[in-house]
Each structure stands twice: as C-alpha cells, then as structure tokens.
C-alpha cells in the first residue's frame, strides 16, 4: 500500500458535504482498515467496504481496533470519530473539518463576544425549538423557565400518545442501565444526536465550545445544536421504541434514529440552522460559496484584509514563493 505523503490531499470541493452525508456509521468487534479512500471493517463474516466521504460520524463500539491508515483518511474526509460504549454513546475525538474557511467560526465568535449578540442567538435558537412562542422581550432565566417547562410538557405528551408509564427524568453518568426503558432510549438518542451535532459543527469550521445557551464546556455550542431537534426527533423516537418494548434499547434507539435522521434531512436542516444563526440575513448559497474556498489572507488596518504570500514590505511588493 503506498503511503499518506504519496497521496494528493483533497480539496474543500472535492469533500462531501456535510448535509448530504450518512449521519452516523456504528461498528462493533472488527477491525477497520483502509482501502483507497474507502474504509473497510472486517470480522468474522468477512470484509465491508465503506466510502469514507460518505461518513458523517464513525461510531466505534467495544472490539473495534482502527489502523493509522483508517483515521488518515477519516481525517482528511472530515468524518468524526468517536469510541462509544456498548450502550451508551460518548464522544471522544473528530475529524478535520470540511470548510477550509473560517467564516463560519468568526461569525460564531463575533456574536459570541458581544453579550446582546449573544442573547439575541439564543433567543433565536428558542424560536427554532418552539416557533409558536416570541422570546424576544424574554431575559436568560426566562428563556430557560419556558425551555424547561416545554421540555417537561414534552415527555408528558409523548408518554400520553404511546402509553409509556412516565415517572420523570432519570439518568446517572456513567450508569446507562440504572434508568427504565423510556429513560435509557432518551439517553440514547441524546448521545447519538451529540456526536451528529458535533459532526456538523467541527464539519463547518465552526468552535465546538463557543456556545449560546450552554458554556463553560468544550462542548457548549455542539449541546447547543442537538437541543434544537430534542423534542422534535430525539423525545418522541424514545417513547415510540420503548413503548416497543425493554429489550436492546440502546441499539434500537441508535438503527431508529438513523432512519430518522436520514428520513426527516435533519443533517441538510442542522447546517441551515447554524449558518442563520451565526450569519443572520445571509443567502445560504454565498455562505456555501465562501466557506468552500481554500483562500489564506491577512489582515490589515481598517478591516481589511490582503492576498498573503506577499512581501509587503515597501512600495515593490512581491510574492513570497519561500514557503
């Protein structure tokens, strides 16, 4: 097998996007490897050949070992990866990411830097969860009295439809079976939509830990953007498998909400949201344009910003090929 330094990098266009991925890939007892620019998962029944650009997120459950060659090209498709548990789903690493702009992450931290900026998104992201309520007048402590009280009526929804005995929220970390069945599909489906949103938010550029509701953590805003579909997808997908019943909850909440994800284009909706969050009033298409450029400048007075590679020093400027 020739080696990475051989092969050409891809470019930003030559990349999937982000939304026209398969949101999440989960493996278990098998070795993954590369072959070309796919990825292969063997075990006892053989050998599974899997398109790495196709990859939103590569869930790595227990018996899994991966080759240096594996992450290389998982890395330079912007694919997530993450080393789960056999139940539960934890996100530990991500690939690089498929802009090579940084607009979105300016963006991002622009309005993360000014508190007003920074309420104002948060309120925006409330109107994204529940459109039928203004939160424009509401404060911090308001905003997160009317999300919790949305939340609560949620679950009682839901357990009202599927019949599901609701007893409330119970989950302790790092104990995935200490909760009942409806409990242990929340959790599920919570991690799961943690490791697509932390898919797509390092898949744009943007700051995994700069957020808007959530802070002080690495990853703020990825808890940011899950919480938008929480009780659109993540709520009502786990009262329906336990109201089917007790049995492998983890692993059907996981098969259940990928169909979902796939079916309801969330990934093509996450991208939306976090480009009108960050870039309020800004055509998607241009926002697509940019962020697909391979362009490096400088910054210069006034806000602008130079072509870099340049020699700037007197009024015979040149271009810098030394580097």
């Not at 891809?10 to 590369?34: D, K, M, W």
């Not at 939306?272 to 400048?297: E, F, M, N, Q, Y």
Request: hydrophobic content about 35%; aromatic content about 6%; charged content about 20%.
């Amino acid at each position: 097998m020739t080696t990475v330094s051989q092969r050409a990098a891809l470019t930003p266009r030559q990349l999937t996007r982000a939304s026209e991925r398969l949101s999440f890939i989960y493996l278990e007892r098998c070795t993954v490897h590369r072959d070309a620019n796919a990825i292969t998962a063997q075990d006892a029944e053989g050998t599974t050949h899997i398109p790495s650009a196709t990859i939103g997120t590569l869930l790595l459950g227990p018996g899994t070992r991966i080759t240096h060659q594996a992450m290389s090209v998982l890395g330079q498709t912007g694919a997530a990866v993450c080393w789960v548990g056999e139940r539960g789903v934890r996100y530990y690493a991500s690939g690089r990411a498929l802009s090579r702009s940084s607009t979105l992450m300016e963006a991002q931290a622009r309005q993360w830097a000014n508190p007003r900026n920074r309420l104002t998104v948060a309120r925006d992201m409330y109107r994204l969860r529940f459109p039928d309520e203004d939160p424009s007048t509401l404060t911090r402590q308001q905003l997160l009295g009317c999300e919790g009280r949305r939340v609560k009526d949620s679950y009682r929804a839901e357990a009202a439809r599927t019949g599901v005995t609701w007893r409330g929220r119970r989950y302790t970390p790092g104990n995935f079976a200490d909760g009942d069945a409806v409990n242990q599909a929340i959790t599920a489906a919570a991690q799961c939509m943690y490791g697509i949103a932390h898919a797509i938010v390092t898949s744009l550029g943007c700051s995994p830990a700069l957020g808007f509701v959530h802070s002080g953590h690495e990853l703020s805003f990825v808890l940011d953007i899950a919480d938008l579909y929480k009780t659109e997808i993540g709520i009502p997908l786990a009262f329906d498998i336990a109201a089917e019943g007790e049995e492998d909850i983890g692993a059907r909440t996981r098969r259940a909400l990928r169909d979902r994800v796939n079916t309801s284009s969330l990934l093509n909706r996450c991208v939306d949201d976090i480009k009108s969050l960050l870039l309020p009033g800004t055509p998607d298409s241009s926002v697509v344009i940019d962020i697909a450029r391979d362009v490096v400048t400088l910054q210069s007075d006034g806000g602008r910003v130079v072509a870099s590679g340049v020699n700037y020093d007197g009024p015979d400027s040149y271009q810098d090929v030394s580097w």
